[in-house]
C-alpha cells in the first residue's frame, strides 16, 4: 500500500513538472505560448539554437506557423 501511494505522488509531481514551462525570453515574443515554446525546446538543443534558426527550421517546429516563425526570427534578429 505505501508503495503504491509512493509511486502516485511521484507520477503526480512528474506531471506537475512536465506541465511547468521554465520562464525564458520566447516568453516575450508574441505568438509563444507555453504550448510553442515547449515544442521549440524540444526541437532545438536551447535558446542559442533557437536564435541562430532560420525562418524555415523555426516553421518546421511541430505546432508552429509561418507568423510564429516570423516573429520568433525578427525578435532575435533586429
Not at 11 to 17: D, Q, T, V
Not at 21 to 34: C, H, Y
Not at 37 to 62: T, Y
Amino acid at each position: 500500500m505505501q508503495d503504491e501511494a509512493h509511486r502516485l505522488a511521484i507520477e503526480y509531481h512528474r506531471s506537475l513538472r512536465q506541465k511547468k514551462v521554465a520562464k525564458s525570453v520566447l516568453d516575450e515574443i508574441e505568438g509563444i505560448g507555453p504550448g510553442r515554446k515547449r515544442a521549440l525546446f524540444k526541437h532545438f538543443k536551447g535558446i542559442e539554437d533557437i536564435k541562430k534558426a532560420s525562418i524555415e527550421e523555426l516553421g518546421a517546429v511541430k505546432g508552429m506557423n509561418r507568423k510564429a516563425a516570423e516573429n520568433i526570427y525578427n525578435f532575435f534578429n533586429k
